[in-house]
T-cell receptor
Framework: DSGVTQTPKHLITATGQRVTLRCSPR?????VYWYQQSLDQGLQFLIQ???????AKGNILERFSAQQFPDLHSELNLSSLELGDSALYFC?????????????FGSGTRLTVV | AQKVTQAQTEISVVEKEDVTLDCVYE???????LFWYKQPPSGELVFLIR??????QNEISGRYSWNFQKSTSSFNFTITASQVVDSAVYFC?????????????FGKGITLSVRP
């Protein structure tokens, strides 16, 4: 157990639907990062939150949004889902706003859009 | 811009062979971190090693060793006496210390198959 908890582990949904992925960072970590792993794009950074505030944005679609709550857990919302959104979504956490202290990854949420 | 290139896409070896996974990175920053992660068939990302840009000391840890050379921007990873359990996808990644750019940039990954 890495200490980063992602739920659910698997999700199957239909095109056009909306889903929410949840991440609880490792105890003491203030930063949460979201990554998408798809067959064609590889591992891509989506967005980072640090202590409740958005810190950096990557290749995140406008249909996707995220937030970090006061208890530091984070949610990634994916809406108007398309077949191409099928991927493994990872959450990672780190102590600081930077990765110098290392990143801890969760086990991922596998999203299948049918 | 930052970039990580893993030119090898798939490697197949027979058990007990040594195998080296190559990684070349690009960055204009002088302070950065390099990582290797392993992704077994179960899907999770397993941290293997982190090196900062000021630490070019190479290391051996059990069957794993790393060769970091700033002069060639390479951070290669070697598995000695490979085992079937080493079969996985291996990712090299680049990270930074600055808050505005603390994401990890991953290579495309190398699929390693170790045959018995």
């Amino acid at each position: 157990d890495s200490g980063v908890t992602q739920t659910p582990k698997h999700l199957i949904t239909a095109t056009g639907q909306r889903v929410t992925l949840r991440c609880s960072p490792r105890s003491g970590d203030l930063s949460v990062y979201w990554y998408q792993q798809s067959l064609d794009q590889g591992l891509q950074f989506l967005i980072q939150y640090y202590n409740g505030e958005e810190r950096a944005k990557g290749n995140i679609l406008e249909r996707f949004s995220a937030q970090q709550f006061p208890d530091l857990h984070s949610e990634l919302n994916l809406s108007s889902l398309e077949l191409g959104d099928s991927a493994l979504y990872f959450c990672a956490s780190s102590v600081a706003g930077t990765g110098g202290g290392g990143y801890t990854f969760g086990s991922g949420t596998r999203l299948t859009v049918v | 811009a930052q970039k990580v290139t893993q030119a090898q896409t798939e490697i197949s070896v027979v058990e007990k062979e040594d195998v080296t996974l190559d990684c070349v990175y690009e960055t204009r920053d002088t302070t950065y971190y390099l990582f290797w992660y392993k992704q077994p068939p179960s899907g999770e990302l397993v941290f293997l090693i982190r090196r900062n840009s000021f630490d070019e000391q190479n290391e051996i840890s059990g069957r794993y060793s790393w060769n970091f050379q700033k002069s060639t921007s390479s951070f290669n990873f070697t598995i000695t006496a490979s085992q079937v359990v080493d079969s996985a996808v291996y990712f090299c990644a680049l990270g930074f210390l600055t808050g505005a750019n603390s994401k990890l940039t991953f290579g495309k990954g190398i699929t390693l198959s170790v045959r018995p």
